[in-house]
């Protein structure tokens, strides 16, 4: 089980509590399949991602993009039970969607820059190693079903 | 993939998008670098091994001076990605047989620089510049590596 100290508890909470999932989450959904394009083999139902432009303006990604936020959410309220969490979610992108478990930490490599451009300043390297701490641990959780 | 061809990935919007980047980015050199270096310490502290010889804490001389020093270079090399490998020559030997960095090192300081950059550029570090500069920065680290074995 990861071990969280008092100022990671209080710097993951406090970035949760003042973000705009639903700018933050479509923004690093869409970057994401911008930087990474081939995340895209995944989405194939969702319309057009022919160009970055497309991307950011379909209506799909960002409905899911918000979907990710708001699941992430849930880590942040159960920080210490990870792994029970995000069980039914790794057993649906094991068995039902056949996500590759890498694709996570691009995700969430793209939701730091995310974070980081709207905090500047204040998304200090401490900052930044408690949320990749974070974000690391519901990568592992959402890859623990998979075999 | 080979340096030469990860740099022909680019095209030459993406190439004109991280030369101007960097050409606005070299003012601010040693503030860009030293905040990068800070990132990739706090967050991968096996880092700091590679450093045990200087003073790195904040705002530090040596932190400021090799901030500086990495931003140039990268700033260098975007004026003209063609020639990666011929403007880091003298760097790859460096890395080679000097410093003898492990290059898994490279990409995490990579992902550093890319957080540096959002929290400089803000929104104007788009998903497009994102993808380039990630782009441009692994065949730099690619080239940077080139002479290792």
């Known amino acids: 089980m990861v071990e969280w100290t008092n100022y990671e508890r209080a710097t993951i909470k406090d970035i949760f509590a003042k973000l705009d999932y639903d700018s933050v989450g479509p923004a690093a959904l869409s970057r994401c399949l911008v930087v990474y394009p081939w995340t895209q083999r995944y989405f194939s139902k969702?319309?057009?991602?022919?160009?970055?432009?497309?991307?950011?303006?379909?209506?799909n990604v960002a409905k899911h993009g918000k979907i990710i936020l708001h699941d992430l959410e849930r880590g942040v309220k159960n920080m210490d039970n990870l792994k029970e969490t995000y069980a039914d979610l790794s057993v649906l992108h094991?068995?039902?969607l056949h996500v590759d478990p890498d694709n996570f930490k691009l995700?969430?490599?793209?939701?730091t820059i995310v974070v980081a451009a709207q905090m500047g300043k204040a998304?200090?390297?401490?900052?930044?190693?408690?949320?990749?701490k974070f974000l690391a641990a519901v990568v592992s959780a959402l890859g623990r079903q998979y075999h | 993939?080979?340096?030469?061809?990860?740099?022909?990935?680019?095209?030459?919007?993406?190439?004109?998008?991280i030369a101007d980047i960097w050409e606005s980015l070299t003012p601010v050199a040693e503030d860009i670098g030293a905040d990068a270096l800070l990132r990739m310490f706090a967050s991968y502290p096996g880092t700091k091994t590679y450093f045990s010889h200087l003073d790195i804490s904040p705002r530090s001389a040596h932190l400021l001076s090799h901030g500086k020093k990495i931003v140039l270079a990268i700033a260098e090399g975007a004026q003209d990605i063609g020639q990666l490998t011929v403007t880091l020559a003298p760097l790859q030997t460096l890395h080679a047989y000097q410093l003898r960095i492990d290059p898994t090192n490279f990409k995490l300081f990579s992902h550093c620089m890319l957080v540096a950059l959002a929290c400089h550029m803000?929104?104007?570090?788009?998903?497009?510049?994102?993808?380039?500069?990630?782009?441009?920065l692994s065949a730099f680290a690619a080239v940077l590596s080139e002479k290792y074995r």
């Open chain 1, 107 to 111: 995700i969430s490599d793209c939701l």
């Open chain 2, 1 to 17: 993939m080979g340096p030469a061809r990860q740099a022909a990935m680019l095209s030459k919007k993406e190439k004109e998008l």
């Open chain 1, 46 to 59: 969702f319309g057009n991602l022919y160009n970055a432009a497309a991307i950011m303006g379909n209506p």
């Open chain 1, 123 to 132: 998304f200090t390297g401490e900052v930044q190693a408690a949320l990749q």
């Open chain 1, 94 to 96: 094991s068995e039902k």
């Open chain 2, 122 to 136: 803000g929104e104007d570090f788009t998903p497009v510049a994102h993808a380039a500069m990630d782009k441009y």
